[in-house]
């Protein structure tokens, strides 16, 4: 199975994780990764045997969100589907 490729931005810089500020943006940024990997699990591109890449985005007003990229929209859809 492919593993999925998670990337982390906070306030526009690609940071690691162990990069979050506190330890509670640690714990939610930990909790939205398992989450996402736990929904997005089965989601591959069945023409490209690609994965989903996922990039969690921190502002600095503490707001985290997500973006998904892929190889082609249908696996993108296929992804957003999963998540909502």
């Known amino acids: 199975m492919?593993?999925?490729?998670?990337s982390y931005e906070v306030n526009g810089?690609?940071?690691?994780?162990?990069?979050f500020g506190n330890e509670l943006e640690r714990a939610v940024l930990t909790e939205a990764t398992e989450m996402i990997k736990t929904k997005l699990e089965s989601v591959a591109c069945k023409d490209h045997q690609q994965r989903p890449k996922v990039k969690i985005v921190s502002s600095s007003s503490g707001e985290i969100n997500f973006e998904i990229k892929?190889?082609?929209q249908q696996l993108i859809d296929n992804a957003t589907a999963k998540l909502k």
């Open 13 to 19: 810089k690609k940071v690691s994780p162990d990069q």
């Open 70 to 72: 892929g190889c082609c």
């Open 2 to 6: 492919f593993e999925l490729d998670f």
